[in-house]
């Protein structure tokens, strides 16, 4: 090597340079490692953010969920038990109408058994009065026939 090149790498202004390379280069790599492994953080952060949040939003419409089925078990049940106090009031308002009816028919019962006996006594007594009728009626006739007896005899006789 030529001795003013030899003098120029000795010479502390190119060592400077050199040096001032040298460390232009680690620095501009350690930045890049630095910016590198920033993103890559930055990137896990974000990610365990979107991950975290759509744990959240799941979490959250699942909750929702639960809610909604609690709110149509609770309005089911409301029916249900709406349905059922009206059937029993239904029931109760047949039953009202079948007991009132069954007394109506019962009195209704009584009074025609009531006729029925009245009407039986009634015709009793009228076939009485006829047989007893019937009697005076062939007792009358008896006589009457007796006494056109008597009077043909009388007539005879005279």
Same mark, same amino acid.
């Given at each position: ?40 953080? =930055? ?50 308002? =047949? ?18 058994? %009531? ?14 009065? %006829? =047989? ?11 006589? %009457? ?14």
């Amino acid at each position: 090597m030529h001795r003013a090149t030899r003098h120029f790498f000795k010479s502390p202004r190119f060592f400077f340079q050199s040096e001032l390379a040298s460390l232009k280069e680690t620095e501009t790599a350690d930045r890049s490692e630095w910016e590198r492994e920033f993103r890559e953080k =930055v990137d896990r952060e974000w990610e365990a953010r979107r991950v975290e949040s759509l744990a959240r939003a799941r979490a959250e419409a699942e909750e929702e969920a639960r809610e909604k089925e609690r709110r149509r078990e609770q309005q089911a049940k409301e029916e249900r038990e709406a349905a059922k106090r009206e059937a029993e009031e239904k029931v109760q308002r =047949v039953r009202a109408k079948y007991e009132s009816d069954s007394r109506e028919l019962e009195s209704e019962s009584s009074s025609l058994r %009531a006729r029925l006996t009245s009407a039986r006594e009634r015709c009793a007594q009228l076939e009485e009065e %006829a =047989v007893v009728a019937r009697a005076t009626v062939k007792q009358k006739e008896v006589e %009457a026939e007796e006494m056109r007896k008597a009077r043909r005899r009388r007539r005879k006789n005279s």
